[in-house]
């Protein structure tokens, strides 16, 4: 949680011996806030009329897939300027470095939806390699935290 203070000067606001963890932040979702509390994000996740707000990855070497689970009335995607409703089974791929946002507008039921992402096909070989080496030698120089770890 200590991430939060370095990425922040609020807390100069306050004295004493405290800490905090949020769940949006500048109107974006953290990251490290599911990895501290993950059962608190799948419960926020699937309440009716909850809402994950536009946002973009930072580049397009991978692509999305979305493979709905259980998906009750309400719920949707928009990827750019085209919106969808899940099917249960059919799995749905997009190159998510375009501005995407998903909803449950539903009254009831939780929506379960398995994501992964895989190599976007247009990289050959050598650009895979580069770029695992990339981020192999920023985890190196401590620029990027070692998920295996």
Same mark, same amino acid.
């Given at each position: 949680?200590?991430?939060?203070?370095?990425?922040?000067?609020?807390?100069?606001?306050? @004295?004493?011996?405290?800490?905090?963890? @949020?769940?949006?932040?500048?109107?974006?979702?953290?990251?490290?806030?599911?990895?501290?509390?993950?059962?608190?994000?799948?419960?926020?996740? @699937?309440?009716?009329?909850?809402?994950?707000?536009?946002?973009?990855?930072?580049?397009?070497?991978?692509?999305?897939?979305?493979?709905?689970?259980?998906?009750?009335?309400?719920?949707?995607?928009?990827?750019?300027?085209?919106?969808?409703?899940? $099917?249960?089974?059919?799995? %749905?791929?997009?190159?998510?470095?375009?501005?995407?946002?998903?909803?449950?507008?539903?009254?009831?039921?939780?929506?379960?939806? %398995?994501?992964?992402?895989?190599?976007?096909?247009? %990289?050959?070989?050598?650009?895979? $390699?580069?770029?695992?080496?990339?981020?192999?030698?920023?985890? $190196?120089?401590?620029? %990027?935290?070692?998920? $295996?770890?």
């Amino acid at each position: 949680m200590s991430n939060y203070k370095e990425s922040s000067q609020d807390h100069q606001l306050h @004295s004493g011996q405290w800490d905090w963890l @949020s769940y949006v932040t500048q109107g974006r979702r953290q990251a490290d806030f599911a990895v501290h509390c993950p059962k608190t994000v799948k419960v926020l996740e @699937s309440i009716p009329g909850f809402m994950v707000n536009a946002h973009s990855a930072p580049c397009n070497i991978r692509l999305r897939c979305h493979f709905p689970i259980l998906v009750p009335d309400g719920c949707g995607i928009r990827v750019g300027d085209e919106t969808r409703q899940w $099917e249960e089974g059919k799995a %749905l791929v997009f190159d998510d470095a375009f501005d995407h946002e998903v909803w449950h507008r539903g009254k009831e039921g939780d929506r379960v939806v %398995l994501l992964f992402d895989f190599w976007h096909p247009e %990289l050959v070989q050598g650009e895979r $390699e580069a770029i695992v080496g990339m981020f192999e030698d920023a985890k $190196e120089k401590g620029w %990027l935290k070692d998920l $295996e770890s």
